[in-house]
């Protein structure tokens, strides 16, 4: 048999869904599992949304439409925007995705050329730079400190720029370490962005996910970046509907004709019906919302308290998403009590899996190998048998040491 596509072999699977699949299929050969990898909130998509999207299907709105997207809906996006964010569109610079994750994609394809560089900050989301080595062009890591809280500083994209980059990938709020950018940051993104004439694909998934206080910002708000400027987002996480597959970006108008280009033969287009919910979810209350970025808020505490009790680990409390990163490679190079060898975060979630059941996701998949993350996206219940057990693990090395 001939070889598959060399672009193919080069991905590698995300290693945040592998985990989530490992723990569900040990789940369901009966061994107790404890899943704190998985960025899914676990709450149900309100109800509003679900009518919404039920009564579309018994109308019989289930006929193809726009490659971009329903009128409709590309309106309650120019609507949500200019309400929440306070950036004006139109309805033509609006594209209508299967997801956030697939408008990270089609803004890659539509950007990125062979050889083009694309600035990442790390640590980064893991499909960054698998999408950007997929459509040929080379990623370019700005490597953020925990002494700096993982913190980009705008000279750092300076010092990275050269005559092949083509465009930065911003995360605000971040995956995974929960950094969020305040406005005077982002202008001074901004100022260099623009002045080297570069796309910024803004991922602003995680936006109403803030614990601080602070609305989060987009980049896109500063002077001279709306133009070349891709603002990606969705519904996933704030709304609970991560299995609808719906998402958006707002691009220069004509950028986003040629996103719809590759959307309409590609995908064509997302789910009607999704599209239905969103628009009954981007028009409608915020209070969901809320209520669950509270009883986020209470979850991230509940964690930190634990953590806080755990020696010779590093961490700090995350502005936004919901993740914990946290340094745990004082322990590289020791034994666990199960006599397992720990050399990395892969061999460090492996053992906490196989003695604690305890899911996490190795640091090495967001490029910063010295941490895990932890998400606070399981419940209570889960979190408060999940995070002793994660504190047994340690406590278990040290004796093992």
Not at 50 to 69: D, F, M, V, W
Not at 186 to 207: N, W
């Amino acid at each position: 048999m001939k070889p598959f596509a060399k672009r193919v072999s080069e991905i590698r699977p995300s290693m945040t869904v592998e985990m989530d699949v490992l723990a569900k299929r040990l789940s369901t050969e009966g061994r107790s599992i404890w899943n704190l990898g998985v960025g899914e909130p676990d709450f149900d998509t309100p109800v509003h949304i679900r009518e919404a999207a039920i009564k579309s299907a018994n109308k019989g709105l289930t006929r193809y439409t726009a490659p971009g997207g329903m009128q409709h809906f590309k309106d309650a996006v120019v609507g949500k925007l200019l309400r929440e964010n306070k950036l004006a569109y139109v309805p033509e610079q609006i594209v209508a995705t299967s997801g956030a994750k697939h408008a990270v994609f089609n803004a890659i394809a539509a950007i990125v050329d062979k050889g083009d560089e694309v600035l990442i900050p790390v640590p980064y989301w893991v499909t960054y730079p698998e999408l950007v080595n997929y459509c040929g062009g080379i990623p370019v890591f700005l490597e953020c400190t925990a002494e700096n809280n993982f913190r980009l500083r705008a000279e750092q994209i300076s010092k990275a720029i050269t005559s092949r980059t083509k465009a930065i990938i911003l995360n605000s709020p971040c995956n995974p370490t929960g950094v969020v950018y305040n406005g005077e940051e982002l202008e001074a993104f901004a100022k260099v962005i623009a002045e080297h004439d570069l796309y910024c694909i803004s991922d602003e998934i995680y936006e109403h996910l803030v614990y601080t206080g602070e609305t989060g910002i987009s980049i896109a708000a500063f002077p001279d970046m709306q133009e070349r400027t891709v603002l990606v987002n969705g519904l996933s996480k704030a709304y609970s509907m991560t299995g609808w597959r719906i998402g958006y970006l707002a691009a220069p108008q004509a950028l986003a004709k040629e996103i719809a280009k590759i959307q309409g033969q590609t995908t064509h287009h997302p789910s009607n019906i999704s599209q239905y919910g969103a628009i009954a979810a981007l028009n409608g209350s915020l209070d969901s919302v809320l209520l669950m970025r509270q009883d986020f808020s209470e979850r991230m505490c509940r964690m930190c308290e634990v953590l806080e009790s755990v020696e010779n680990i590093n961490f700090s409390k995350p502005d936004g998403a919901f993740y914990l990163f946290v340094d745990v490679s004082s322990y590289y190079g020791k034994k666990t009590a199960g006599g397992t060898h720990i050399s990395d975060s892969i061999e460090f979630c492996r053992a906490l899996l196989d003695e604690q059941g305890v899911v996490l996701v190795p640091g090495v998949a967001f490029g910063h190998d010295a941490c895990v993350r932890f998400s606070f996206t399981a419940s209570l219940p889960t979190i408060s048998v999940a995070m002793p057990k994660f504190k047994n693990f340690i406590d278990g090395i040290h004796k093992g040491a």
